[in-house]
């Protein structure tokens, strides 16, 4: 399994995660920093990685329908500590 984390996500997860031998980039190992969501979908489908984000416009299912792509997780976190 091959995952993209999107900006919202720390690519020191990616780092961390590749350590633990697990295929993952993220937008920024790319050069895919600041870029649309069309963008960013584009590299995923392209590279065949599922999408890891915190955007909840991919969860938008009729502007980014999920079976024209390998995969779409969006993740939402709840109570934050402030």
Do not use: C, W
């Not at 050069?31 to 584009?42: F, K, N, V, Y």
């Not at 599922?50 to 980014?64: P, Q």
Request: charged residues 25%.
């Amino acid at each position: 399994m091959k995952l993209f984390l999107d900006e919202n996500i720390s690519p020191l997860y990616a780092q961390d995660l590749r350590a633990e031998g697990h295929d993952v980039v993220a937008v920024l190992d790319v050069g895919l920093s600041g870029a649309t969501d069309e963008h960013i979908r584009q590299f995923s489908n392209e590279s065949s990685r599922i999408l890891v984000t915190l955007d909840a416009d991919f969860a938008n299912i009729v502007r980014f329908p999920p079976e024209a792509t390998p995969g779409i997780v969006r993740l939402r976190i709840h109570n934050l500590p402030s």
